[in-house]
């Protein structure tokens, strides 16, 4: 079965430090795309950063980038300098290209002032 | 160019009802899924509909339908509704749903069943 997991339903961080939200997936695929995605509290979900399985590069989107481990299937978002607009819930995603997403459970970050 | 559009943001209703919400993309894409967020569980994916054919359906039972118009506007019903049905119902559309493209959301219909 193609699943999702985050173990960590919540963390925290100091502004300005540096803090990795973890995700790990379930696939016998080999090419398929991973995503995270950023929900505010107003409830719309952002596209913080992308990754296809065949690239070992792993992406970068200025203050976040991804530590993707393919044989492992890892896929890690690591976010720098963070600020307080970061705070949000964070959903790790799979797309197997069957015209839908499998997505993690989301890890809520709280970042302090 | 304007975003992802869901009426109504909020709803209440009682168990037994039936209720209708509504997606319109942006202009241009074709392709609108649902998926129902609920705390704990994540996003659950119901279904996918592209140039009003659904493409791909979520394991949720029958008493959840959907269809796409013309325009690419999206409705889906729940029928019968249970406690359980309470979640957030979020709207996301694409150009094709293809496996590399980004995902543009609805701020969602937040459905209350009491």
């Known amino acids: 079965a193609q699943t999702v997991t985050q173990s960590q339903p919540e963390m925290s961080v100091q502004e300005a430090e540096t803090v990795t939200l973890s995700c790990t997936y379930d696939t016998s695929e080999s090419d398929y795309y991973l995503f995270w995605y950023k929900q505010p509290p107003s409830r719309q979900m952002i596209l913080v950063i992308r990754?296809?399985?065949?690239?070992?590069q792993n992406a970068t989107e200025n203050r976040f980038s991804v530590n993707f481990q393919k044989a492992a299937k890892s896929f890690s978002l690591k976010i720098s300098d963070s600020q307080l607009g970061d705070a949000a819930m964070y959903f790790c995603a799979y797309s197997p290209g069957t015209y839908k997403y499998i997505f993690g459970t989301g890890t809520r970050l709280k970042v302090l002032a | 160019k304007a975003g992802v559009t869901q009426t109504p943001r909020y709803l209440i209703k009682t168990r037994g009802q039936q209720v209708t919400l509504s997606c319109s993309p942006i202009?241009?894409?074709?392709?609108v899924s649902w998926y129902q967020q609920t705390p704990g569980q994540g996003l659950q994916f119901l279904f996918e509909y592209f140039s009003e054919t659904q493409r791909n359906k979520g394991n949720f039972p029958g008493r959840f339908s959907g269809r796409q118009f013309s325009n690419s506007r999206s409705e889906m019903n729940v029928s019968t509704l249970e406690l359980g049905d309470s979640a957030l119902y979020l709207c996301?559309?694409?150009?094709?749903?293809?496996?590399?493209?980004?995902?543009?959301f609805g701020s969602g219909t937040q459905l209350s069943v009491l």
């Open positions: 990754q296809e399985a065949y690239k070992q």
């Open positions: 996301a559309s694409s150009r094709t749903a293809g496996r590399d493209e980004k995902l543009f």
């Open positions: 202009s241009g894409h074709r392709s």
